[in-house]
């Protein structure tokens, strides 16, 4: 048992490291190819944003326009990476393989949508911060 529990744990790690270093590599890439062709800071917003922004703008009406895009793409992946090792470690507590793939499919949307949730709701209070701020 305590073994059992020590493998979920250390599969659960892996899982985010690897998909958290991927994410980054992909993120940056994308970002700091928008930052070489752009003309003006506000061009940036205007390149293909990724689907996690995409969702966060037009389901959670979070406006994405008034934070670090770079600090943004970084909540992004380890909300995702998190997700994703979330996943894989309870769908691994199962033995059998075709177990495994249904509890993933009936677990993946509400951890999306409850992880996505929380992170507009961090994002809504980060941004109404930084407005009092610029009021004061």
Do not use: W
């Not at 994308?30 to 752009?38: S, T, V």
């Not at 249904?102 to 980060?126: D, E, G, N, R, T």
Request: with cysteine.
């Amino acid at each position: 048992m305590k073994y059992e529990l020590l493998e979920s744990f250390m599969l659960f790690l892996l899982t985010f490291v690897l998909v958290f270093i991927v994410y980054q590599v992909l993120f940056l890439k994308e970002y700091g190819r928008n930052i070489k062709n752009r003309k003006n800071k506000s061009s940036i917003l205007n390149r293909k944003k990724p689907v996690e922004v995409r969702l966060l703008e037009m389901y959670y009406k979070v406006d994405v326009s008034k934070l670090k895009y770079g600090r943004l793409l970084n909540l992004v992946a380890f909300v995702s990476s998190f997700d994703i090792a979330l996943i894989v470690a309870i769908a691994c507590v199962f033995d059998r393989g075709f177990i495994q793939i249904i509890v993933a499919f009936l677990i993946i949307a509400p951890i999306i949508y409850l992880s996505y949730l929380l992170l507009s709701i961090y994002l809504k209070h980060k941004i109404k911060k930084y407005e009092q701020k610029g009021m004061k």
